[in-house]
């Protein structure tokens, strides 16, 4: 259990992305720093380990009835509940793999808002262009509010998750970029000059006001990236440094205070001015190299992208390409994001229509819909097209030819909105157009999908052997061996539903073993065959039994049921033996029915592929004691 455990840390990113673990009956229940930062590809293939789900803000890693051993281990390693401070950070880290995670940590929170504020302005620009609404309307300018304000005062956004990162108050960091985008700050750049710097060179500036006789170079900060980032920075360490030399009285009082007054107008008068040209000159930079030929930059750019998901470094240009919007007021990197998605989901169906495996096409379709409508596309691309990887290849070419429409049509977005066809408006024109651009998406969208399903098709895929050899070898041993029965009885009265109908994708997958589930009636747990009571979870929500025949079952009352108080009542400890029909457990049936996500009793043989076969009676409600499945081997 120590390797395992030493293995599951590194891969959730470390001790320094562990806040909290709890665990229950069967799992882990991490809440990380940053989810992201976590390998769940790489976790699901160790040995000890069932499947990764993230649900109710946990990251949740299945272990099955062992779950207690791991995390006692975990815990031996960790010896913490909370994040490492910055002392005890790994000063080893690469400046790209820095920046890497400073864009991560600091753009990650707030695309959700992003995404709703593009979506609006998306649907505005759509109507608007369709003749359907007056843009001088209360209604325009009300719902044009709603969504430009994120992008507007995206600074006080970026200074609430920059703080975050940095390990400050992120009010402070709010703080911040609202001294950036406040009214007498933006409208002061079309004031009149006090004066020039730089007369007659390349750094003529207007000198608009001036800070304690300093002369301050006034700059529209709205919907900008870098300077609040940079300007928390230096907050975070002029906090780290002030909160050790000033008294503990004063720190309490007056050291938000310093860092917001020294903070706010060497932003102004320094950080801004600075980091607003080299954010000009990036901008410009990236503009020119798709203006001069747009055509094998996105093409390259197509090709490689979803390389770059896979290694996490795509995080590398969002940066970049929200200073193009910000400098330039439009951007090419985001459309290439958007048609390799497609291409990956074209990829995906493609595999669902060619594999043979009932679990691969089910993960294929299931994987193509979050493609299709919301443009994620790590399920597919880890799940299907990487593991398979001739479709992953598919999909690479695809883009890249989808990558030489887009130069061909010169295509850029003008805001930041769903890489989905949600996000199709914001390729209108701004002044409210269908130009060329937006045909050259609606066209790439189309060619990379179709495209990457004929490469799949013509490339083919190579599906596992070894589970049809398997089979053969079970048939074999159907013919020489005798077979031997073992009942399982229901161990609570109630209405049978299938196991996959339940509301919990590790215990619908099958990832923890073949059973069903039952909808309790009842609210006595009975042991559903003669054996040993292998453990008992503390609260006694879950329960396992392992029989005189060695099957392993475990009975889970409840779903999510882990964290419930004063439900469950053991009748029985570990180790005992019990008979068939002894009561196990008694629970409030109604307290469980209002509490817990879902009121249902899995009955889970965790050894199930010991067998040769499950055969389940053909029944849609038990009693208590009648038989409700054989086991054959």
């Known amino acids: 259990m120590h390797d395992l455990a030493k293995e599951i840390i590194k891969l959730v990113g470390g001790k320094e992305n562990i806040n909290s673990l709890t665990h229950c009956a069967t799992r882990l229940r991490f809440r990380l720093v940053d989810t992201k930062k976590a390998n769940g590809t790489a976790i699901k293939n160790l040995d000890g380990v069932l499947t990764v789900v993230e649900s109710g803000g946990q990251y949740q890693v299945v272990i099955g009835e062992k779950v207690a051993e791991v995390y006692d281990a975990i815990m031996n390693e960790l010896g913490y509940l909370n994040p490492l401070d910055e ?9 790209f793999g820095a920046f890497l995670d400073l864009a991560s940590g600091v753009f990650n929170p707030t695309l959700g808002v992003l995404a709703a504020g593009g979506i609006i302005r998306g649907i505005l620009a759509l109507v608007v262009a369709l003749g359907l609404l007056d843009t001088a309307s209360g209604t325009y300018v009300i719902l044009n509010a709603t969504g430009y304000a994120v992008f507007y005062f995206f600074p006080i956004f970026l200074g609430y998750s920059a703080a975050k990162k940095f390990k400050i108050d992120p009010l402070l960091g709010m703080a911040i970029g609202a001294a950036l985008v406040y009214p007498d700050m933006v409208n002061g750049t079309s004031s ?24 301050v170079i006034l700059m529209d900060y709205t919907s900008t990236v870098i300077p609040i980032i940079a300007a928390t920075y230096f907050a975070s360490k002029l906090h780290g440094w002030l ?51 747009g055509v094998i930059t996105s093409a390259l750019l197509g090709f490689f992208w979803q390389i770059l998901v896979m290694f996490g470094l795509h995080w590398g240009l969002l940066p970049v390409a929200m200073n193009n919007l910000a400098v330039n007021g439009y951007d090419y990197i985001f459309p290439v994001a958007s048609i390799a998605a497609y291409a990956t989901g074209g990829a995906v169906l493609a595999v669902f229509f060619l594999s043979k495996q009932p679990e691969t096409k089910e993960l294929s379709l299931t994987s193509f819909f979050p493609v299709l409508f919301s443009a994620i596309t790590e399920p597919a691309i880890y799940g299907v097209t990487i593991p398979l990887k001739k479709p992953f290849m598919a999909a690479n070419i695809a883009t890249a030819l989808g990558g030489i429409i887009l130069g061909l049509f010169h295509t850029k977005t003008y805001f930041m909105a769903s890489d989905s066809f949600f996000g199709a408006p914001s390729y209108i024109e701004p002044d409210g157009t269908f130009g060329s651009g937006f045909w050259g998406l609606i066209i790439a969208w189309i060619v990379v999908m179709v495209a990457a399903f004929i490469l799949t098709c013509i490339f083919g895929i190579k599906e596992d052997e070894v589970s049809v050899k398997e089979q053969g070898k079970k048939k074999e041993k159907e013919k020489t061996a005798a077979l031997q029965r073992i009942q399982v009885f229901a161990p609570v009265k109630g209405k049978v539903i299938p196991l996959q109908e339940i509301h919990d994708e590790v215990f619908a997958s099958g990832s923890m073993g073949e059973g069903i589930a039952i909808l309790p009636e009842d609210n006595k747990i009975c042991s559903p065959v003669k054996g040993t009571v292998s453990f008992l979870f503390p609260t006694a929500h879950a329960i396992g039994i392992q029989s005189e025949d060695g099957a392993e079952i475990l009975i889970h009352i409840g779903i999510d049921s882990a964290e419930l ?69």
């Open 192 to 215: 009149d000059a006090l004066y020039q710097l730089f007369t007659g060179s390349l750094l003529q500036s207007d000198v608009q006001m001036e800070f304690l006789g300093i002369p």
């Open 243 to 293: 909160n050790k030399i000033l008294p503990t009285l004063v720190k309490k009082v007056f050291l938000p205070c310093f860092v917001l007054v020294i903070t706010v107008p060497l932003a102004l008068i320094v950080i801004g001015p600075i980091s607003t040209s080299a954010c000009s000159a990036v901008g410009n930079a990236v503009s020119f190299l798709f203006e001069i030929n």
């Open 565 to 633: 108080q004063n439900i469950f009542t053991a009748c029985t400890s570990v180790g005992q033996e019990v008979e068939q029909g002894d009561v196990l457990i008694t629970f409030d049936l109604d307290k469980l029915k209002k509490e817990c996500k879902e009121a249902v009793v899995p009955v889970i043989v965790t050894n199930s592929k010991s067998y040769l076969d499950i055969l389940k009676e053909q029944q849609n409600c038990v009693n208590q004691d009648e038989l409700m499945f054989t086991l054959v081997r």
């Open 87 to 95: 002392s005890q950070k790994k000063k080893s880290k690469n400046i």
